[in-house]
């Protein structure tokens, strides 16, 4: 009898293959025989023999003059496509669309772009009584609703500065801020928290939520916020929905790469 194949069957060869393309990093970009033999701990015929198939394929490329290897132009061209594949749009849509049906209210999904707020993707129930006039492609500006506080809130302070004296703050309602130091202190409470509530500062009668969704480097790239009428809300309504926002930013981040222990790096 043949030896039974383990669960998961795998190739060796693959296996080494892509223990030698991980070896690169930003500290070795550029790796010759012996590194990469001492680094997988391999014989150097066969690593010699996985790099040549690597360099045929465009996988690796190689230096004639210091025959050194790098990354090839292959996985660039392939990381293109897994960058598009995995665009906030296309990692956020189907999650968006759970919202929606969970909550029943309108979600945005918002990036900053050339200093704007920019929505980029909308659910929206056309029978709601209530209806939104932005729509996807929408520019507003940065401090605008939930979604755009919730980005500047990650923001430096001389970047937030910078966006405050290009677009300044006015009076949408009765409860917009309109101090600069005030909304930059909301800005920190909005980071420290995780999440924006904004209470009527933008239409009177709606609330906004809004949370990050942050990449594989943990930054943060966009927004996603629930509109809802404010009277209709009462506390358990609210957490309610925080909850549902944050599952979902948090699912829409895993699939851009991020992990919980990536943290942020601002």
């Known amino acids: 009898m043949g030896q039974k194949q383990p669960a998961g069957f795998y190739n060796r ?5 892509l223990q030698i393309l991980d070896a690169f990093c930003w500290e070795h970009r550029e790796l010759t025989h012996s590194q990469l033999a001492e680094m997988l701990g391999l014989p150097r015929p066969t690593i010699a023999r996985l790099c040549s198939t690597l ?16 990354l090839g132009m292959r ?22 669309t759970q919202l929606h049906k969970d909550t029943g209210r309108t979600i945005f999904l918002g990036v900053l772009d050339n200093d ?26 940065p401090h605008w609703g ?17 966006l405050l004296l290009k677009t300044p703050l006015n009076a949408a309602t009765k409860k917009s801020i309109t101090d600069k130091e005030e909304f930059k202190a909301w800005l920190r409470k909005v ?17 906004g939520f809004a949370a990050p969704v942050r990449d594989f480097r943990g930054e943060v790239v966009a927004s996603i916020g629930v509109a809802q009428i404010s009277s209709v809300l009462g506390p358990r309504e609210i957490d309610s929905i925080v909850g549902q926002l944050l599952k979902t930013t948090e699912a829409v981040s895993r699939e851009l790469g991020w992990k919980q222990d990536a943290g942020s790096t601002r």
Do not use: W
């Open 75 to 96: 996985l660039f061209q392939q990381g293109s496509i897994v960058s598009y594949s995995f665009s906030v749009s296309a990692a956020a849509s189907r999650h968006l």
């Open 116 to 141: 704007d707020l920019l929505y980029i993707d909308k659910r929206e129930d056309a029978h709601n009584a209530i209806t939104f006039t932005s729509t996807t492609g929408t520019r507003r500006p």
């Open 55 to 70: 360099v045929r394929y465009g996988y690796l490329a190689k230096d004639p003059e210091s025959n050194r290897y790098s």
């Open 146 to 162: 939930m979604c755009g506080p919730m980005l500047m809130a990650y923001l430096p302070d001389s970047e937030v500065d910078r």
């Open 13 to 17: 060869s693959l296996e080494r293959a």
């Open 191 to 207: 980071r420290e928290k995780g999440f924006a509530i904004d209470d009527e500062a933008t239409f009177d009668g709606i609330t």
